[in-house]
Nanobody
């Protein structure tokens, strides 16, 4: 059974920083694509960033490029999302996702992932 547990969300002022963590258990995740998505109230879940250790490929959504950094520690089966220069529009529930994705076009689609965490709330005040 694969389990993903996020932590690190909270309330921060605009311009501030937060670091999210996603601890994975149940199997070795080095071959998995691990990603962060977010969902604001009334909005669809959207891709934020992803990392595949084996390929070394990292992707970011345009709204977060230059502000967010995804990293992973395979020894700890943990993926991180460092979020800097936060904006009110970054307010959302952030979800960690994982799966084996052989094709690049699958990475940014929430429907491609079978494993999800419970989500952590990030609120950025203006």
């Amino acid at each position: 059974q694969v389990q993903l547990v996020e932590s690190g969300g909270g309330l921060v002022q605009a311009g501030g920083s937060l670091r999210l963590s996603c601890a994975a258990s149940g199997r070795t995740f080095s071959a998995y694509t691990m990603a962060w998505f977010r969902q604001a109230p009334g909005e669809e879940r959207e891709f934020v960033a992803s990392s595949n250790w084996n390929s070394g490929k990292i992707y970011y959504a345009n709204p977060v490029k230059g502000r967010f950094t995804i990293s992973r520690d395979n020894a700890k089966n943990t993926v991180y999302l460092q979020m800097n220069s936060l904006k009110p529009e970054d307010t959302a529930v952030y979800y960690c996702a994982a799966d084996l994705l052989p094709a690049t076009f699958q990475i940014m689609s929430a429907g491609s992932y079978n494993y999800w965490g419970q989500g952590t709330q990030v609120t950025v005040s203006s």
